[in-house]
Structure formats: structure tokens, C-alpha cells
């Protein structure tokens, strides 16, 4: 089975804190994505990488940044943690024209 | 871009049987995702279909008609664990490889 693995299942950060989210996947998928949910929003697509070192942004982009040095593993960064960043965080991977294998999640809390 | 249409709330009988529906804009789409999610957990995979016409697994069938942009998930034999939200998504670049999804439908079973 492919297993997507989110580093946290809950954070607390403080409001202009560099926050790093980090995932790592174990089945050589070349796609991996970002999303948030949150409640009356649904998933909401932040970054996605297709290949190493490549990445698009999604919907909501504003305040995040994305790394993907090797290709099992893509890191969601929040440059300056502001409240409105509190949500879940959801990461996923798939090969091409497959469905996507989710990440556990983090609930991140920025107070 | 897709906009997918999806109830928000649902309520069923435990037994019984329970049809979700999901529609959605027809251009550019190519497959139909439905995934399960309970509540504090990740999506996981239930079903793809990309031609029409009814696919079966088990108590639970995915339906969809690519030409009236429409899809249902059919649930039957509800069972209380059936209780969680119902995400419909479809792919929304050309290359298949990112989906976009509906608001998840709440569906909630009662004894």
C-alpha cells in the first residue's frame, strides 16, 4: 500500500513564526499536493509538484511557499504563520491519471 | 475550471439505502473520483469511474454519465460506520493529474 506521511498530526505555532510542513511518500509518485479543509470550504489546493524541483500554484497560494528537493518528499512552508493559516493541512501524492493517496493531515493551530 | 455540486447534508437509515449526488461542468473533464472521509481523518479512496454507466464494489456503486455532467455514489445496507462525508472530485488540468473537489456531503445514519 502507498503510505503518505505527514511529520505532524497537530502543531501550535505563534502568529509570524516560519512554519514547516513536511511529507514524504514511499511509492515513487511523480505528482504531490497540498491542500487545506476547512469547515463550509471543503479542500482547497494550495501548491502541487509534478516532478522534482517543479512546482504550480493552486487556488489559494498566498502566504505559503513549497519545496520538493527529492522527489518523495514535498514540504509546505508558511513564511510568516498568521491566524487565518489555522485549518488542516492535507497531503496527497499519485502517479498520473490515478487518484491521490492522502497524508493523515495536520491540524495546525497559529495563536 | 470544474465547479462540482454536491448536497451538503444527508440523512439516512441504518439498513437502508442512500444515493449522493454530484454534478458538475463537462469541459475539460475526463474521470470522476468519489472518496470517504470521517471525521478528523484523511479522504481515502472509494471508487473512479471515467466511462459511463454503473460501477459496483461491494455495498457501495458509482454511477456517472459524462454527457448530463452527473455522477451519484449509491450507498446500500447502511451500516452506523457509514456515517462520514462523501467527496466527489474531478481532474481539472489537462493532464489529469490534479483534481478538484466538491464540498462533501455529510451523510449521517441513524438507527
Known amino acids: 500500500d502507498v503510505k503518505v506521511t505527514q511529520s505532524s498530526r497537530y502543531l501550535v505555532k505563534r502568529t509570524g513564526e516560519k512554519v514547516f510542513l513536511e511529507c514524504v511518500q514511499d511509492?515513487?509518485?511523480?505528482?504531490m499536493f497540498w491542500y487545506r479543509q476547512d469547515p463550509g470550504l471543503g479542500l482547497r489546493l494550495i501548491y502541487f509538484?509534478?516532478?522534482?524541483?517543479?512546482?504550480e500554484k493552486g487556488d489559494i497560494p498566498e502566504g505559503y511557499s513549497v519545496s520538493r528537493e527529492k522527489k518523495e518528499r514535498f514540504s509546505l512552508i508558511l513564511e510568516s504563520a498568521s491566524t487565518n493559516q489555522t485549518s488542516m493541512y492535507l497531503c496527497?501524492?499519485?502517479?498520473?491519471?490515478?487518484?491521490?493517496?492522502f497524508g493523515s493531515g495536520t491540524r495546525l493551530t497559529v495563536v | 475550471g470544474q465547479n462540482i455540486d454536491q448536497p451538503t447534508e444527508m440523512t439516512a437509515t441504518e439498513g437502508a439505502i442512500v444515493q449522493i449526488n454530484c454534478t458538475y461542468q463537462?469541459?475539460?473533464?475526463?474521470?470522476l473520483f468519489w472518496y470517504q472521509q470521517h471525521a478528523g481523518e484523511a479522504p481515502t479512496f472509494l471508487s473512479y469511474?471515467?466511462?459511463?454507466g454503473l460501477e459496483e464494489k461491494g455495498r457501495f456503486s458509482s454511477f456517472l454519465s459524462r454527457s448530463k455532467g452527473y455522477s451519484y455514489l449509491l450507498l446500500k445496507e447502511l451500516q452506523m460506520k457509514d456515517s462520514a462525508s462523501y467527496l466527489c472530485?474531478?481532474?481539472?488540468?489537462?493532464?489529469?493529474?490534479?483534481?478538484?473537489f466538491g464540498g462533501g456531503t455529510r451523510l449521517m445514519v441513524k438507527p
Open positions: 496527497a501524492s499519485s502517479f498520473l491519471g490515478e487518484g491521490y493517496t
Open positions: 472530485a474531478g481532474p481539472i488540468n489537462n493532464a489529469g493529474n490534479m483534481l478538484t
Open positions: 509538484s509534478y516532478d522534482v524541483k517543479m512546482k
Open positions: 511509492m515513487d509518485h511523480e505528482n
Open positions: 463537462t469541459s475539460g473533464f475526463n474521470g
Open positions: 469511474n471515467v466511462l459511463d
